[in-house]
């Protein structure tokens, strides 16, 4: 079973790299703690890999080891990514709660869009990624070596002198 489609490749490649490289902690709004649904297999992936996992979903006390919150207010660390699972008509609630926490990124899932909860949170300065699958989507940026490592800033090169005469 695939979990989703690979993206394709456009201009934008570079500033999802960069949502992905700075964020360490990451909230799955709407998580199920059966292994064969999407959620799941994601969240699992992404604590593979490294992540901070949050799941969230009032349903469940654990998923995948972590304690899993009722909601974004009652995470008690800041998140910065909320990759959102939840039905089109649910996000609203799921963006307002996110700019209420104050996340750096929403991230809803292939198939899943909402252009006015995704204006309000980027007037609120908060990164958008909509209709894209997270997985495949860090897979591909991986595998073109968008998430190498990142050596920070470099000190200044020295100016060559130039020959006199």
Same mark, same amino acid.
């Given at each position: 079973?695939?979990?989703?489609?690979?993206?394709? $490749?456009?201009?934008?490649? /570079?500033?999802?790299?960069? #949502?992905?490289?700075?964020? +360490?902690?990451?909230? =799955?709004? &709407?998580?199920?703690?059966?292994?064969?649904?999407?959620?799941?297999?994601?969240? $699992?992936?992404?604590?593979? /890999?490294?992540?901070?996992? #949050?799941?969230?979903?009032? +349903?469940?006390?654990? =998923?995948? &080891?972590?304690?899993?919150?009722?909601?974004?207010?009652?995470?008690?660390?800041?998140?910065?990514?909320?990759?959102?699972?939840?039905?089109?008509?649910?996000?609203?609630?799921?963006?307002?709660?996110?700019?209420?926490?104050?996340?750096?990124?929403?991230?809803?899932?292939?198939?899943?869009?909402?252009?006015?909860?995704?204006?309000?949170?980027?007037?609120?300065?908060?990164?958008?990624?909509?209709?894209?699958?997270?997985?495949?989507?860090?897979?591909?940026?991986?595998?073109?070596?968008?998430?190498?490592?990142?050596?920070?800033?470099?000190?200044?090169?020295?100016?060559?002198?130039?020959?006199?005469?």
């Amino acid at each position: 079973m695939t979990v989703c489609m690979i993206p394709e $490749r456009t201009g934008a490649d /570079k500033d999802l790299a960069r #949502i992905l490289k700075r964020s +360490k902690t990451i909230a =799955v709004v &709407g998580i199920s703690h059966r292994e064969e649904r999407d959620s799941n297999m994601v969240a $699992r992936y992404l604590k593979e /890999k490294g992540y901070t996992l #949050i799941p969230v979903n009032p +349903k469940y006390e654990e =998923v995948l &080891g972590e304690k899993c919150y009722p909601d974004l207010k009652a995470v008690p660390v800041h998140i910065d990514v909320v990759d959102i699972f939840r039905n089109n008509e649910l996000i609203p609630g799921v963006v307002d709660e996110a700019i209420a926490v104050g996340t750096d990124c929403i991230w809803m899932q292939q198939g899943l869009t909402n252009e006015e909860a995704a204006d309000k949170a980027r007037c609120a300065g908060i990164a958008v990624v909509m209709d894209r699958c997270i997985v495949q989507t860090h897979r591909f940026l991986e595998k073109e070596n968008f998430l190498g490592s990142n050596p920070g800033p470099q000190p200044a090169k020295p100016v060559q002198a130039q020959d006199q005469p």
